[in-house]
T-cell receptor
Framework: GAVVSQHPSWVICKSGTSVKIECRSLDFQATTMFWYRQFPKQSLMLMAT?????????EQGVEKDKFLINHASLTLSTLTVTSAHPEDSSFYIC????????????FGPGTRLTVT | QKEVEQDPGPLSVPEGAIVSLNCTYSNSAFQYFMWYRQYSRKGPELLMYTYSSGNKEDGRFTAQVDKSSKYISLFIRDSQPSDSATYLCAMRKGQGAQKLVFGQGTRLTINP
């Protein structure tokens, strides 16, 4: 149980384009999902907290107009990187909080974004 | 000073050894403590979850929390090459708290 999926697992896009990453909780409902960014050999940096049916809460220094988050249902949250630039290239990981279980976060497999 | 400190390693040990990983933290408000394992280019996997001080054992893994010293540990017995990964400690405040604070992660290699 407590499986979280992400799609796509790897995406390459050209500078200036937008890319959408999906995060799904497959076997539980998640009123809260989280989006993290991870650079090579570094820890996870929380970008934003996504609550179903309401606006996301962004961490300090994260541009909300660049990283659009939509949590439209109890099992799906999306992160859209708008007008991507090479410095946005990173590993993006989502997690979902199992409100029906132990309240802990379960992580997706991550999405590797490369902006050329 | 970071809220959570973790030695990034790398740490390399022979197969079968006991591995000790640890984190220190500065905020006494942390009450819930987790250890995650992350393989290369994968998402973190929850290994152990403990509340407040004490020990918790699950198979070859033992998690210890010493709140008085603000120090947590993860022990791996009979280490296997498949245990080679990055281990991240994480912690949060009360049960309603949302935000996890992660350590930097320790890269561990178990040599056959």
């Amino acid at each position: 149980g407590a499986v979280v999926s992400q799609h796509p697992s790897w995406v390459i896009c050209k500078s200036g384009t937008s890319v959408k990453i999906e995060c799904r909780s497959l076997d539980f409902q998640a009123t809260t999902m989280f989006w993290y960014r991870q650079f090579p050999k570094q820890s996870l940096m929380l970008m934003a907290t996504s609550n179903e049916g309401s606006k996301a809460t962004y961490e300090q220094g994260v541009e909300k107009d660049k990283f659009l988050i939509n949590h439209a249902s109890l099992t799906l949250s999306t992160l859209t990187v708008t007008s991507a630039h090479p410095e946005d290239s990173s590993f993006y990981i989502c997690s979902a909080k199992n409100t029906g279980g132990s309240y802990e976060q379960y992580f997706g497999p991550g999405t590797r974004l490369t902006v050329t | 000073q970071k809220e959570v400190e973790q030695d990034p390693g790398p740490l390399s040990v022979p197969e079968g050894a006991i591995v000790s990983l640890n984190c220190t933290y500065s905020n006494s408000a942390f009450q819930y403590f987790m250890w995650y394992r992350q393989y290369s280019r994968k998402g973190p996997e929850l290994l152990m979850y403990t509340y407040s001080s004490g020990n918790k054992e699950d198979g070859r893994f033992t998690a210890q929390v010493d709140k008085s010293s603000k120090y947590i540990s993860l022990f791996i017995r009979d280490s296997q090459p498949s245990d080679s990964a990055t281990y991240l400690c994480a912690m949060r405040k009360g049960q309603g708290a949302q935000k996890l604070v992660f350590g930097q992660g320790t890269r561990l290699t178990i040599n056959p």
